[in-house]
């Protein structure tokens, strides 16, 4: 009898941990339905963020440009200030993922002979967008990488608290994510820290 106990304890911890896996891959990741990148386009500054292993240099300021090309491709330059005071730049070429549907892009910032390997290419993908085109929210798939991005250095507490819970609600640990320094010399904070 006992090991029917024990059998049966296996077979509903099983199906809870499948339940819990199946809930989080229904979860899918949602875009804005539309971008105009013309009024996209222009320089934004990082908010607050996911730790990312190519930002670890970047102490504030950090900043992304993104500019139209006559290809119909996006330039995109990422820039921050670093310890030593100095600014450090990425250079990128972004397209769209499918024809003409900007809230879905591909990334690279290797040089042009290598974008035929795909592995090359980030996903870039814009889930939440200011009417006006005051933020914007930063996501992919695998949902790694986060970025809060406005138009000014600095954000009112209570909107990135509510990007923060609307990212929540798309997967996104809110606990993971790190405030930006607009443009002061400091290491970045947790979000629930307080500056």
């Known amino acids: 009898m006992n090991r029917w106990r024990v059998w049966a304890s296996v077979l509903v911890l099983g199906f809870a941990l499948t339940g819990a896996r199946v809930t989080a891959e229904l979860v899918r990741l949602v875009t804005v339905p539309a971008i105009d990148i013309d009024r996209y386009a222009g320089v934004w500054y990082e908010i607050a963020r996911y730790p990312n292993w190519f930002e670890r240099q970047c102490i504030d300021a950090v900043t992304a440009t ?5 290809d119909g491709n996006i330039s995109v330059v990422n820039a921050c200030r670093t310890k030593d005071g100095s600014r450090d730049e990425a250079r990128g070429v972004a397209r769209p993922a499918t024809a003409n549907d900007f809230t879905r892009l591909k990334v690279r910032f290797v040089p042009a002979f290598l974008a035929f390997l795909p592995f090359v290419w980030g996903d870039y993908w814009v889930i939440d967008l200011a009417a006006d085109y005051d933020y914007a929210v930063i996501g992919e798939p695998s949902r790694e990488y986060l970025w809060i991005l406005a138009r000014s250095p600095r954000m009112d507490e209570g909107l990135l608290q509510r990007l923060l819970k609307r990212a929540a609600a798309q997967g996104y640990d809110p ?8 443009n002061r010399r400091e290491s970045a904070a947790r979000i629930g820290d307080t500056q």
């Open 66 to 70: 993104y500019r139209r090309l006559p």
């Open 175 to 182: 606990a993971r994510v790190i405030r930006t320094n607009p």
